[in-house]
């Protein structure tokens, strides 16, 4: 399986996006929440197609926005 490359960035309001690339794609999620409401979320979509639980890591690598972002 293809280990991804992830980055999360806090954009203006709060916002958190996520880009996640391999050597040739790129792919970005948004998160259009404040942080503090992120957190009551039961379920992750990541921008590679995976879903997480707050406290996961999805196949490729890539963590729930809680885990980067060292809320849990
Ligand atoms: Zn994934």
């Known amino acids: ?3 991804l490359k992830a980055s999360y960035a806090i954009r203006g309001d709060d916002v958190v996006v996520i880009t ?3 050597k040739k ?3 970005t999620e ?3 929440y404040q942080i503090a409401e992120l957190m009551f979320e039961d379920m992750y979509d990541l921008p590679c197609g995976c879903t997480v639980e ?3 890591i999805c ?3 890539v963590k ?3 885990l980067i972002l060292e809320m849990i």
């Open 1 to 3: 399986m293809v280990k």
């Open 20 to 22: 996640v690339s391999d």
């Open 25 to 27: 794609e790129t792919w």
């Open 30 to 32: 948004t998160y259009d």
């Open 54 to 56: 707050p406290d996961g």
């Open 59 to 61: 196949h490729h690598g």
């Open 64 to 66: 729930s926005p809680l």
